[in-house]
């Protein structure tokens, strides 16, 4: 379903002004409370990764360096923009969703990997498995596998990966002219940056499971919620896998609209609300670590 580009998204531009209102607001906190600093400065700045996700999407513009401009400032540091866009579009290649090897956003491993790791690797692995680990630990081994992983990259001679991270050091120096004007230190938006990441993991905890059939791998949370407005509404993940071109105030809509076609698309993957989400997985695994049907069908033989 292609969205409507005669469209001027309001809705998107307002959330992004206000964000940036929010990120400044919290950032200029720091000397009269700096708790408070911290936590509004994250949130706004797990929105503007959302908003981000929005942008690589092509939201609000049509004009896809118009949308990168728009979120060109480097809020999240160690997120350039265009390796965000470049993994998360291969991400959207249904057919490898939760794959090791092709699917950039996989938490999975491959099971003759996992048999080779240490009992120390292991044990922090299924420790990210659980909801608290992902969110306690994920930023940090999130950020340190893609970091190294575009590292090699750039090591190897990958000239786009360098033009992203090149770029993103660009985007930094507004950060970098703005903290230093706040006064806020670079370890207290250390802390931002990774209350933010932890905000993030939330959302892509169960985004998709291990499934022979890909349809069948991406979730729904009815939630309207804080967690769904802070993560735009991506809780309704198979309605925005299925038409990524609509923008994230419609999907809820649309997924009210065709509630039980959504629903047998992917068997049934389905949670009430973040409240279940955490009851049940907070200090437990969903899943092992190790993909427990690999290989994944990638021959899209399944899609209807």
Do not use: C
């Not at 956003?105 to 420790?127: C, G, H, I, M």
């Amino acid at each position: 379903m292609p969205s409507d580009r005669s469209e001027f998204e309001t809705p998107t531009v307002l959330l992004l002004a206000a964000t940036y209102a929010l990120w400044a607001l919290g950032t200029l906190l720091w000397g009269h409370n700096a708790v408070f600093a911290v936590l509004l400065t994250g949130v706004a700045i797990a929105q503007f990764l959302s908003l981000q996700h929005e942008a690589l999407h092509d939201h609000p513009f049509a004009n896809p360096l118009l949308n990168e401009a728009l979120v060109f400032p480097a809020l999240a540091v160690f997120v350039p923009y265009r390796r965000f866009r470049t993994t998360h579009l291969q991400h959207h290649h249904d057919p490898a969703l939760t794959d090791p090897y092709d699917d950039p956003e996989s938490n999975y491993v491959d099971p003759q990997v996992w048999a080779k790791l240490s009992t120390a690797r292991r044990f922090l692995l299924r420790v990210n498995n659980t909801l608290l680990g992902r969110i306690v630990l994920g930023p940090f081994l999130g950020t340190w596998a893609f970091v190294a992983g575009d590292v090699r990259l750039i090591m190897r001679g990958e000239p786009k990966v360098l033009q992203a991270w090149m770029l993103n050091f660009v985007g930094l120096v507004p950060v970098v002219i703005w903290l230093t004007w706040a006064a806020m230190p670079i370890w207290g938006y250390a802390l931002a940056i990774y209350l933010a990441m932890a905000l993030l993991k939330i959302r892509t905890f169960l985004e998709h499971r291990a499934h022979e059939s890909h349809r069948a791998r991406t979730v729904v949370i009815e939630d309207r919620g804080p967690l769904s407005l802070l993560f735009l509404n991506n809780n309704f993940h198979v309605v925005h896998h299925m038409h990524p071109a609509v923008a994230w105030y419609k999907l809820p809509k649309l997924y009210a609209a065709r509630k039980a076609h959504y629903l047998r698309r992917n068997d049934g993957y389905l949670y009430r609300s973040y409240v279940q989400v955490f009851a049940q997985y907070l200090l437990r695994a969903k899943d092992p670590v190790p993909h427990p049907v690999w290989p994944v069908r990638k021959d899209g033989r399944d899609e209807v």
